[in-house]
């Protein structure tokens, strides 16, 4: 028998839940115990009911698992969440009252006050919050998220900035791959030959996120960042790989040498702590003027490494760089699964 | 016979010298009547030297026509030139020091201090620069610019707010598209899937363009409009019709009611004077939430009219919106055309 | 008032819908009268239900008219049908009994040996079929149909040379673009840099489309044409045209010249009527090495010319050569209207 | 010191040539030690001569070697030949002749009558053709070839039937991906939202080569395996994988389930010597309805395994099915390389 940790995954068949899969199948401390999705493919084995997306092959165990009812009775106490945000804000509390770990990567709970929005290279601590939920102390059960795509692979790149030199302003417009819509998602007679500048809510998550990542703890709450944050989104016709033009103004002046000394030197609780899923590098300064791109520099890390590139001198804010980082792992499944990694290091998951 | 002005295309063969072609076909004012291309096109018959990248097909006595040596004997006394930089820097020159018009493309000459880069709705007045020439003393002749396709829509775009509200800050990135490139200019493996962050010089010709172009004639020189402008180039797999998500800050506030009808009632000159290329309307703002696109949009206008949209409140400066605008129509070949078309409305081609 | 013929669309919302209103936006017999689609879209403004994905504009008065349900009554003699198959099963019928000329795009009569299937340069004299239907002698009404759009490009390509040199055997393997799975239809992530080599019931349908329609009308009914048929169907990443590579064999033996020219010099009663949607030339014989391609030769004829090229010897059948049609134009909507202006000259149309 | 066999690359710079830096990174038994290119490269480090276009990054120790000149002298022993066919036809004789073991994916040599055309799991016997050769003969030195991109995956489908039910007619046609013509290859203008129907002698190769692979050693010579082949080449907006739609004719009728057993239990010398390369399966045959798909499945068996799909019945010959196989890994390098793993198992390479 198994001493690995059991895991349900509440939205199993969308895109990210097969990432969760995916990032599952040789992990050393989770395995995948239980998969719930819509009422459709309840009761259905899980390689009839998932349309798989993925170049790896679905993990034989998990292809011949059928799909449970997404409801907390029968699931184990951890559970990874990839579901949408309005069904995500209906089952999520369920799953945390029942006294489960609910790691989500959903909207639904992110900007709630007493609801952390980690990523543990930047805000690990920020995991205390959860000592303030109601459902901690009733029920021993919690919920913990994970950004946006479109906000994780910025806010690595600002983090080690905004510790060395306090962020004054950013602005950055994204170039987002359509397997950050799930499947079937975009349609292909939107967005062949096409660039659609609109994502649904998209701005607003990255602007509000991205502040209450790089904010304080200060007792029961987190006190946003303060620095003046204006997102602009946009769909491309990439598969995988979230491309962002960044200009950030800076309160304490630094050098380029001093910047990308800053990105390649950072490291934090997740390498120290040799968490499973953590890069070695979070994020890595390419010096090839014309990278990164996502067809070649998405699988950085395993698709956990942000690259940032292009540094240069702005003539409004002070600089301008590109980043991209790997919208479905590490900005989503693998955010999540870091996540739990950070929890069962810190204790909270028995 | 034809009561034409006869026309002479540098640079015939190339993505932009077809859309010369194209755009000249049922020209009332001008015809094709000479056509130069590199050394290994010379002597050969057009329709075999050339490799049409355009849905129409090639005029039929183009086709015929015989690609001559690229030197002022021989040719027209109209010169559209769509030529490398390079190339241009040397025989744009020659032409107009041989008596020609020289109604330019390429990048060669825009900053030159005494000659005009005119997009003939927003500082048509520049074009008086030419009586500053040498060559026009000498010879007649005299050369006369457009800008970088990737700064003419978002000049068209700002020029309306400029004098309505003064522009103090611009920030713009571009997802543009392939054809900019010239053929075969991206190769296929670059771009598939992917989005490259760079396009050499793109960024300072938009930036130094971009001040030129809403400058202001003063004397016998443009002082550059002295608002601060920071621009980031990205090349996405888009056939035609460049995309930028833009932010401003203005110096006399406006709502976005003020400004969508800036951007609506914007015309000039050529509307005015009924210029054949002329577009109806120069910039037209789309209302839904998701537009413009090039897949949808680029062709609005016959490829002359700059479309805008989303226009919204920017946390750091005032407004975001999104511009679009075809890179090889109203970007270049016919951004060429309409200046000749000014140019003779003027008086200047005899 | 108008003195045009009043047309009612089932199924406006969708792709052919919207063709076919693009269509009969300036035609010069019918008019759009009367727009149905799915309960979703009833009771709305056409411009809000239908989500548009052309790149001309809505007509200004279609845009504003609001979808009826779809039901005969207040619907207008003549309807164009554009609905899914198993929608239009149900549906058509009803139309038709109810006294309505359906002229239709699905497959759900295709194959019914008393409706028509016709392609007007090909089979119109099967059009006779529609006095033996019931609805016709019971209420005036009768169906007709055209084919699937990977067969109609493929016949209009055979019929010169099965009437020329009559087929013995036919091989053809298709790559299809994603229009025609209508919208949202091919999700981007199944298709950016793919190709899907399957398209659910295509390859019969094709196979048994192509017989009826080069079959011979046999008092009430139709004897397929005897040839050996094989069809392969693939889907790429291409937005319209579905280009065919095809392998035949000849009983008459045939030289390349009097193959080119039986497809160039092609014509039928469309041509001769001069029907307003019929196109100069039905067949064009394309002598470039490397053409048709869909990006370039696919809107030939306003999208109704099937072009041809490559014409070569095959080691195993006679000949091998490609086709190119365009698939919601010739191929779906431009079709239906082309059977209708058939009827309308050929007095079916009251 | 290693004890590796030192290996040349010619042609390193391109894209099979850094295919063949990759598969060697980790290789057990080769080792790069030498690499040439175009004169443009020579005297340059490797990482500045090349355009790297993979996921991988350039091995480190390669990336700082210098680009030496392509003549033999100087040169290890065995040399891996990934060479436009006309420089090939000329340099590779020269290095057979300086007494190098010259394996080659050009097609410059490919058909001459002493040169074998191998695939490992297919002909591996006609490997002994070398004994015939003037090079081995004076210098020790000879030349191995490997076939076309387009013809390998289809030879490695055919050859199990070919053994079982002896193939009576072939017919072929591609959807070939960007990567087989090279870098930079195909225009991103020539092929985005497009199919290009011709590749410049593709289907002659494709046909010549099937023929010679699944041939008879006869002596000296191989007899071509005497069935009809006809191919029908198209290049589609994929990255890597060339997929075909097969036909054929067996002359032992077979069942669909005999013909998949075939494909399934097919393995040969190299899986039976367990060479490095040699794919665990050379042929999967997957059942699912619309696989193999190139973006799925392309990388399977680490891009030497050619996957087989959809097999049906054929109203003119007997079955159809699709066939994929990666074109720059199984179709090229890997195919190269398992051919020299081959070799060196059989006592060629000393």
């Not at 209906?90 to 007493?114: I, T, W």
């Not at 014309?290 to 998405?298: N, Y």
């Amino acid at each position: 028998m198994s001493s690995k940790l059991p895991i349900g995954i509440l939205g199993a068949t969308g895109i990210v839940g097969q990432r969760f899969i995916q990032a599952l199948e040789h992990h050393p401390w989770f395995e995948v115990a239980w998969l719930a999705a819509s009422d459709r493919s309840e009761g259905r084995p899980y390689a009839e009911a998932a349309r798989w997306r993925l170049k790896t092959a679905i993990p034989k165990d998990v292809a011949r698992m059928t799909v449970a009812p997404a409801t907390p009775k029968g699931a184990p106490k951890i559970i990874f969440a990839a579901l949408d945000a309005s069904i995500a804000r209906e089952l999520e509390p369920q799953f945390a009252n029942a006294g489960c770990a609910v790691v989500s990567n959903s909207s639904a709970l992110r900007m709630q006050a007493d609801v952390p929005l980690v990523i543990p290279e930047v805000n690990g601590d920020h995991i205390k919050l959860i000592d303030t939920q109601a459902w901690r102390r009733n029920s021993g059960g919690f919920a913990v998220t994970n950004p946006n795509c479109s906000a994780i692979g910025l806010v690595l790149a600002l983090a080690p900035l905004h510790r060395a030199f306090t962020l004054e302003t950013v602005m950055a417009v994204t170039m987002q791959a359509v397997s950050g819509a799930g499947y079937p998602g975009v349609p292909s007679l939107d967005i062949l030959g096409n660039v659609i500048p609109y994502i649904a809510n998209e701005e607003e998550k990255m602007e509000e996120e991205t502040q209450k990542l790089l904010g304080t703890l200060s007792g029961s709450h987190i006190d946003p960042a303060p620095f003046a944050m204006s997102a602009q989104c946009n769909r491309v016709a990439v598969e995988d790989g979230h491309t962002e033009s960044v200009a950030i103004r800076l309160k304490k002046k630094a050098s380029a040498e001093e910047i990308i000394a800053a990105w390649n030197r950072f490291h934090a609780e997740p390498q120290q702590l040799r968490l499973p899923s953590a890069p070695e590098q979070p994020v890595v300064y390419m010096t090839a003027p014309d990278r990164p791109q996502p067809r070649f520099d998405v699988d950085l890390g395993a698709g956990m490494t942000t690259s940032v590139g292009r540094l240069r001198k702005c003539n409004v804010l002070d600089w301008k760089f590109t980043v991209l980082s790997h919208n479905t792992i590490r900005g989503a499944a693998g955010a999540a699964l870091l996540n739990a990694e950070l929890l069962k290091a810190k204790g909270y998951l028995g």
